[in-house]
């Protein structure tokens, strides 16, 4: 897969939520079947919150959702629904972007991962899906 990172836009439905994520052009996604994200039919790829900023004037379309832990913060668009973006549990200095909400053009390659959600604890350590979140020193700076 590519590492070099390049900018992506995206954002929700109806296009009041918009933002940009540095993140390679082939991106490891992951699709969890716990309780939200199998409801949702979520699959997200995970980046360093540093990688993600959320336009300016996209804040005041948000809402968030929580539950269980309420480590993760289900972050969707008041307007239209879609969770275009999140804080995952798994990765609570991170940012989870839904690859569908991704616009068309700049991702060239998506690897689907299976997360087992509904056995979060051995799974989590099993993927080493949290180092998916952390910043390369050697490609910082």
């Known amino acids: 897969m590519e590492s070099e990172a390049i900018m992506h836009n995206g954002g929700c439905h109806c296009k009041s939520v918009r933002w940009?994520?540095?993140a390679p052009p082939s991106v490891v996604t992951w699709q969890c079947n716990c309780s939200d994200c199998s409801m949702r039919?979520?699959?997200?790829f995970v980046v360093?919150?540093?990688?993600?900023?959320?336009?300016e004037d996209s804040g005041k379309f948000l809402t968030t959702y929580t539950f269980g832990t309420h480590t993760a913060k289900h972050i969707?668009?008041?307007v239209c629904g879609i969770t275009s973006f999140y804080i995952p549990r798994s990765n609570p200095d991170g940012v989870a972007v839904t690859f569908r909400c991704v616009d068309?053009?700049?991702?060239?390659?998506v690897e689907i991962r299976q997360f087992d959600g509904q056995d979060w604890e051995s799974e989590f350590d099993r993927t080493g899906i949290s180092g998916f979140s952390k910043v390369d020193p050697k490609k910082s700076g």
């Open 41 to 44: 039919g979520n699959i997200h």
């Open 104 to 109: 068309r053009g700049t991702l060239k390659h």
């Open 48 to 55: 360093p919150s540093s990688d993600f900023e959320l336009d």
């Open 20 to 22: 940009k994520v540095r």
């Open 76 to 78: 969707f668009c008041k």
